[in-house]
């Protein structure tokens, strides 16, 4: 292992049973197990926890959880705090998170060693165990370091497991920093079908930036069941297979959410794909993707001094004021999977927030997306509902066969055209009142606030208020108000 400072293990080596690199549940479970189980031989041998980045909170609060003193946990920090797979799927720790928890871990008495990269280790020739970790600097003075070592784990690099590479090799399924794909997730036997972030396209797709990691990968696994539904049965009169040479897209927000050292609830939401290709165009010269122009509105603050409810919430808004990422850091729970269905909403779809604020109305985005009204927005047929919408606005006429989608669309488009500024800047609302459309998406919202009734009560639908007068009315303490003239 001398030299290898991005450990990479051998099959003829095989990793030490002390050494971890958690990926799943099931390697966390393993790694409790170890722990609880030797603990009482631990005596003054340390945990080491190499990386940065979330993962790294999450594990020393599992080890503080499952009964590992604070003083026997060390953390050793890479170089300017990056963490090469996390940055590369397009996250990077930011001051908000990494303040509070170097406060919290110094409070706690987890000692931290920054700027630090993995040198070597020593090994027991009985056990085969790790016993001695060393780890080196190029600026700090002490520029060699080493801790005798109980545990490792092992955030700084993540990679595929070697058994797995060693039975694809075995197996003559191709692998290149990942299994290759093609754009039906088919590998290069066409017996057998992969999808996630283990996997890659072939380089003749030209789709590096689509590869599964930069995706959610719920998403990606409900594509692939898809796919290989409409497969089953091809022969007999089933969906044949076409080769397109263009991959799947996915839609769904990238999201990461995790409760921290402290109390303290955090998370992060971006768009989909790899960092800087979040907008490129198709053969129409459209873009297809989130643009990267993006404006942030900034509520709160982790800072005691600066908010004393310390409730941190960014909002990121492209060019057309939709919500493209947010991060949230609270102490106050919040649900992660509720503030998901922000994705792709415009603004103004969200009680007019950036009205809200600019007058003053709204000072905290922690409040304003947990009044009622945004009930609707975290059901799951919001979505099919949106939908609905789309088709209503696309098959809508308004005079002359013309269909509103379209001529929002146009009017849109020549908004920078000199001679639009005659235009009566109210045409698309007038319009909006004249066709009836408003009507027919009024009853559209009161059919599925009324199929949703029981995931949404604070709605006062018709029904509702009906049946709350006709009470009312045959109630023995109702007294009807009589008008004397």
């Not at 009017?411 to 639009?420: G, K, Q, T």
Request: charged share 25%; with cysteine; hydrophobic share 35%.
């Amino acid at each position: 292992m001398q030299g290898e400072t991005n450990l990479v293990f051998k099959k003829e080596t095989p990793k030490p049973k002390n050494v971890f690199t958690v990926n799943t549940e099931v390697e966390g479970e393993i790694a409790l197990k170890f722990i609880k189980n030797y603990i009482p031989f631990m005596k003054r041998k340390k945990i080491l926890i190499f990386g940065a980045g979330l993962r790294c909170f999450a594990c020393i609060k599992s080890l503080l959880l499952a009964g590992v003193t604070a003083n026997r946990i060390v953390i050793i920090d890479t170089p300017n705090f990056e963490v090469e797979w996390e940055a590369k799927a397009g996250y990077n720790m930011t001051n908000t998170v990494r303040i509070p928890m170097e406060q919290e871990l110094k409070r706690l008495g987890v000692y931290w060693v920054q700027n630090y990269e993995f040198s070597d280790w020593e090994t027991c020739p009985i056990s085969g165990l790790v016993k001695r970790s060393y780890f080196s600097s190029p600026t700090e003075k002490e520029s060699k370091i080493s801790f005798s070592t109980f545990a490792f784990f092992c955030f700084r690099h993540r990679r595929v497991n070697d058994d797995l590479v060693s039975a694809l090799a075995e197996s003559y399924i191709l692998f290149q920093d990942g299994i290759i794909i093609d754009e039906n997730f088919k590998t290069n036997d066409p017996n057998i079908y992969a999808a996630g972030p283990a996997t890659t396209y072939k380089r003749i797709l030209l789709a590096s930036h689509h590869d599964h990691m930069y995706y959610q990968s719920e998403e990606v696994g409900h594509k692939l069941a898809e796919f290989l539904i409409s497969r089953v049965g091809s022969e007999g009169g089933g969906v044949a297979e076409i080769q397109t040479l263009e991959v799947f897209k996915f839609k769904r927000p990238f999201v990461r959410a995790i409760e921290l050292l402290g109390g303290w609830h955090y998370m992060v939401m971006r768009s989909p794909g790899a960092p800087h290709h979040t907008r490129w165009l198709d053969s129409n010269g459209k873009c297809e993707e989130t643009c990267e122009c993006t404006t942030e509105i900034v509520t709160g603050s982790v800072d005691p001094k600066e908010d004393p409810h310390q409730k941190y919430f960014k909002v990121q808004l492209d060019d057309q004021s939709r919500i493209v990422g947010i991060e949230c850091m609270s102490k106050r729970p919040f649900s992660a999977s509720n503030f998901t269905g922000l994705y792709g909403q415009h603004e103004v779809l969200l009680n007019k927030m950036m009205e809200r604020l600019e007058k003053g109305e709204t000072k905290d985005l922690y409040d304003h997306f947990c009044q009622p009204w945004f009930g609707a927005f975290c059901v799951d047929q919001w979505e099919t509902f949106l939908l609905e919408l789309q088709e209503l606005y696309r098959t809508q006429d308004i005079e002359d066969g013309h269909k509103i989608a379209d001529f929002i669309r146009d009017y849109v488009a020549n908004l920078d055209n000199p001679e639009s500024i005659q235009v009566d800047p109210n045409i698309i609302r007038n319009i909006w009142d004249s066709s009836g459309l408003k009507q027919e998406v009024e009853l559209k919202f009161l059919a599925f606030l009324k199929f949703n009734k029981l995931a949404l009560p604070m709605y006062a639908r018709n029904d509702y208020v009906e049946d709350l007068l006709e009470e009312r009315s045959s109630s023995t303490l109702y007294y009807p108000k009589v008008v004397k003239y």
